[in-house]
């Protein structure tokens, strides 16, 4: 099996705008040379003058240093919009627009892969039995189109990445695989292929339970439909995207070894690790410098130890 291990620049946000400074980091401090791009470091729906330069800056220094922008990836800004599930028809239009940006700006910087979560609904929508069908049904027509118009983008891997939240997408790995499967099958041929990018932290949900509430267990089930792995230390109650170093790794549930040799068991060529780590805003930034370089030391060394050179 080849694995891939890079890291999402969410670990960027605020500190590190300039793509010099997030890139130079990435391959000269971590020893990196695989990049997931988070929306958040800069807003697709940005004046288009502004959008082209800053991804001509983008793919000089990532071409200058040879560093990958494997994919996009919504981000945490994006994520707090209700998007395809938004209540009033304005606001999923809204959400169908940010995502054809997206698209437009995935072009620009030079790779074929896009994804994230696509939405959320309201508690008013979710809890009317009705309202959540209606809403349930407008969101998977509207996810369809979307994978059609990504491949006019020169898109043609969407990595949908399912949460631990009920109100904006389906929980359990049954439900899971059923609604990949019926996307897969409503979008057809000529649309962005659908995979998953699962998140180890998202396997939170306060109702779930058995393998439902193991990642390791998912990595199984689903293992014909995960393409990538988002990595975070978590204490399985919340998705809480600490860092792996030694103080979160006593009370987190992920081990890098374990996940290793279930990643070994899902019988796929190639698998894409990435480290996706979020420190509070007003944490120190030495502190956030220092913990995400000991958290890929933890993951480098744990894919040295099965065989695997990053």
């Avoid at 929306?39 to 983008?58: A, N, T």
């Amino acid at each position: 099996m080849e694995i891939t291990f890079g890291i999402s620049t969410g670990f960027a946000i605020k500190r590190w705008g300039d793509p010099k400074e997030w890139i130079r980091f990435v391959k000269e401090e971590l020893g990196l040379d695989v990049i997931q791009f988070s929306f958040d470091q800069f807003d697709p729906r940005g004046r288009k003058e502004s959008v082209q330069g800053y991804c001509e800056l983008v793919r000089n220094e990532c071409e200058k240093r040879n560093v990958l922008i494997h994919s996009t990836f919504t981000g945490l800004s994006i994520y707090s919009h209700n998007l395809l599930y938004h209540p009033l028809l304005e606001g999923r239009i809204d959400g169908l627009d940010w995502f054809e940006h997206a698209f437009s700006m995935t072009e620009k910087l030079g790779t074929n892969g896009t994804g994230g979560p696509f939405g959320g609904m309201d508690l008013n929508t979710f809890f009317d039995i009705q309202q959540r069908m209606y809403m349930e049904k407008w969101g998977e027509e509207a996810l369809v189109s979307l994978l059609q118009k990504a491949k006019t983008y020169g898109i043609e891997h969407f990595y949908w990445e399912p949460t631990p939240i009920m109100r904006e997408n389906p929980v359990t790995i049954k439900e899971i695989k059923d609604f990949l499967e019926k996307i897969r099958g409503l979008a057809g041929r000529d649309a962005a292929s659908l995979s998953i990018c699962f998140d180890v932290g998202h396997t939170t949900n306060r109702e779930a339970s058995g393998d439902d509430a193991n990642p390791y267990a998912w990595m199984t089930r689903l293992s014909d439909y995960i393409s990538i792995i988002h990595l975070q230390q978590t204490d399985g109650t919340l998705d809480r995207h600490w860092p792996f170093t030694s103080r979160y790794n006593e009370i987190g549930k992920i081990n890098a070894s374990e996940l290793i040799e279930s990643v070994e068991q899902m019988e796929r060529e190639r698998m894409t690790l990435l480290l996706e780590i979020g420190h509070p805003f007003e944490e120190d930034d030495a502190v956030v410098k220092k913990e995400i370089m000991e958290s890929v030391n933890y993951w480098r060394s744990a894919l040295k130890e099965k065989g695997y050179e990053i």
